[in-house]
Structure formats: C-alpha cells, structure tokens
C-alpha cells in the first residue's frame, strides 16, 4: 500500500485549501460571526466537554463497539472486515452526536428554538430527540418526496414532540431562509459537514468522537492499524467522523463511497466528488452535480440520505489533495451488501451504510488475511424495510 502525502490546508481557519468558506448573504455574516465565535468558546470550556460527554455516554450510549464481521469475511475472503457499530447509538445513527453537541452550544447560547433540515429523517429524528432532552423546541424541514420515502421518520420526529415542513425547493435552502428571518432567538442545527463557515468544522469535530474510539479499539484489537477506512459520503459527516483521526496516519487508505445511483449519467446518481465539479452550494466552495451553465442537477439514489447534489468541503480538499480516495456504489450493489451484512451477520444496515459494506468486500478481496478494514457502519436499516422490501426478492 502506498503512503500518502501529508494534506496541508496552509489556509484561514474556514478553508480547506480553497475548499469552503462563507459564500452566504450579508444578512447571515453576523449570525455565522457570532455561531464562530460562540463555538471557539464553548468548544474549549473543560465543564462543556464535561457535560457533552456525559451526554453522549448516558444518553446517546457511547462508545460504540468496533466489531469483527468474522462471517462476512469469511464469505468475501481476504482482510479482516470490522464494523464501527454506529448503528447501535440512540437513534439508530451516527447523528445524535452531532445533534447533542450542537443543541448543547444553542442552549449556551441563549437560543430555544431550533431549526433543522432532514433528508433520511436520521437527522430529524437525532435533533427531535436532543431538543426534547435539552428542553429546547425544533422544527424540522424535509423534502416531500423523502417524507413519503421516510413515513417512519416523520413519524417519530412528530411523536418527539417536533413540527415537520414538508419543502418542495431543498431543505437547506428553507431552513436557511426561516434562520435569516427568526435570527435572535432560533439556532439553525445543520445535519452534515456542510454549508458555510463555521458548520464543517464544527459538525466533523462533534462527529471525529468516532475516529478517536476506533483508533484507539482496532489497536486494542490487532495492535496495528488498519490498512484502510471506509464510509459512505453524501453530506459526508459519517465519514470525516470516522477518517479524521486517520488522517496523520499515512499508511491508512481512506476511501469515501458516493451514491451511483442507476449511471454516472446526469441525473442518475448522487456522486458530486466522482461526476461533479467545482462550484459554489449552500454557502461553500465544493464540488456540485450540475450542468454547463451551473444549474444544480437532479439527483438519484436508493439511500435518501446520500441523495444529496454537493459534499463536505473538506472531503473535497481530501480528495485533490491525495489523502482520500472516492468511488460509487450503484443502487443494485448497495442492495446486495445490505442482503448480505443481514443474512450473514444478523445486522440490518441503513442503505447508505450498505453502500460502504459493498465496497469494503470488494476491497477485503484485494487485501491479505493478515490486513484489516473498518467500515463506519453510519446508521441501521429499520427505517428503508419498505423500500429494500419493493426491490429484493421476497
């Protein structure tokens, strides 16, 4: 395996590379100055990584154990393939970390109302349970072709206590326009690693608490590290949860799977890092799914959550900068992993993790016994049985 080169941003706080940024209204300079300024604080109070800690363990059920998938190694052959078991967190998903963390620093900051927006309803759900925790009221945004794909999502947010929106024009794009307008006392929770300055970083900091543990347990393990790291990346907080702990670690292969979809047709997949280009989306420089003339284009996949036309900035800086390699993983293959990693293990995987599961076999067979691989498995599949349910074979 080749080592890679060290990644260097040699950039302001806010860039990655020239990844990033603030590309956003004056109106919203100031709420991001003061969310900026806010997190720097917090983020560095001992008695607030005290209580967010303490959160994340009695609440959200940290940490997560790091499991050998003894026979899904067996049926593909080659490497060692552990699962990072975010599945089994409050919530089904790798989302409460982020949610806590982030509803926490609203509380400190005064504000009551939160605001969020939802693809999968993962992240819906993680905010609905946060904010019924903390005493604080939400509000959810999701797309109305999702909420029909997501009915048990929506449902649970309702049952949290949470009014639902459904949005016909982007999720984020409502939810930016509801914060720019109820600014002084509504704090908006951002769901990936996405979006303008501060939300990257600090969304990939509230999510690195899943790299840090399975570092530190495949060492436990294997007393070595593993020969690569895989995740699913459609926002991609999952992933830069799980790779940033492995960044200094050149030895480590990092591989990032985007939604194929159907083709890498336009319109058919969700795979801005692979058919994408550069451009500018929900506030930051990126890489987008969208035409010649830089119309943002249609999506398609399977998994909602991975149904998203950028990704993380920082993912898009990994990427150019060598450190991170990224692939598809088309509809069919993402079902045959979850058919797989069910039958074979007694794990359902959420779609968006099945597409990591497929990859990571493809990958355990080029790899020799002796190595290892850890697939963040992000999420559950309780919530797509009735989507998996109209394509597999009963």
């Not at 983020?43 to 997560?64: I, M, N, Q, Y």
């Not at 326009?177 to 939300?199: A, I």
């Not at 020969?227 to 480590?252: E, P, Q, R, T």
Request: hydrophobic fraction near 35%; charge should be neutral.
């Amino acid at each position: 395996m080749k080592k890679h080169a060290e990644p260097r941003t040699g950039s302001r706080p806010g860039k990655f590379g020239k990844y990033g940024g603030q590309y956003v209204p004056e109106t919203l300079m100031e709420p991001l100055r003061a969310l900026e300024e806010a997190y720097n604080k917090f983020s560095h109070d001992p008695s607030f990584k005290k209580e967010l800690a303490s959160w994340l363990d009695s609440f959200a059920g940290r940490p997560t154990p790091l499991y050998l998938a003894a026979n899904l190694t067996r049926h593909v052959g080659g490497a060692r393939i552990y699962l990072k078991r975010e599945d089994l967190l409050h919530g089904g998903a790798h989302k409460i970390n982020n949610t806590l963390g982030q509803a926490l620093l609203a509380k400190k900051m005064g504000k009551r109302r939160i605001i969020a927006e939802t693809g999968a309803g993962q992240h819906g759900v993680a905010t609905a349970m946060a904010c019924a925790a903390l005493g604080l009221s939400s509000e959810v945004y999701m797309g109305s072709e999702d909420m029909d794909r997501q009915k048990l999502n929506v449902y649970r947010m309702k049952m949290l206590g949470t009014k639902v929106h459904p949005v016909e024009s982007g999720s984020i794009n409502e939810a930016l326009r509801d914060w720019v307008t109820n600014v002084q006392d509504t704090y908006y929770l951002l769901g990936s690693v996405v979006g303008p300055h501060p939300y990257p970083t600090m969304v990939r900091d509230f999510q690195s608490v899943i790299g840090k543990e399975a570092r530190k347990q495949i060492l436990q393990t294997d007393g070595k590290l593993p020969k690569a790291v895989v995740a699913c990346v459609g926002g991609g907080s999952n992933s830069i949860g799980i790779f940033h702990s492995f960044v200094h670690d050149l030895d480590v292969d990092l591989c990032g799977v985007e939604a194929g979809g159907e083709s890498l047709s336009p319109g058919q997949n969700a795979a801005p890092l692979v058919a994408g280009r550069e451009g500018v989306l929900h506030g930051m420089m990126t890489y987008v799914l969208q035409d010649e003339v830089g119309q943002v284009q249609t999506t398609r996949s399977i998994s909602a959550g991975l149904d998203y036309p950028g990704v993380g900035p920082e993912h898009a800086f990994l990427m150019n900068a060598g450190r991170a390699k990224y692939v598809t993983v088309s509809d069919e293959e993402a079902l045959d992993a979850f058919k797989n990693l069910s039958q074979l293990e007694g794990i359902m995987p959420a779609l968006e993790s099945a597409h990591a599961i497929s990859y990571a076999m493809k990958l355990a067979k080029s790899l020799g016994t002796k190595d290892s691989i850890i697939v963040n498995l992000s999420g559950r599949g309780d919530k797509d049985v009735e989507i998996i349910a109209k394509h597999l074979p009963r």
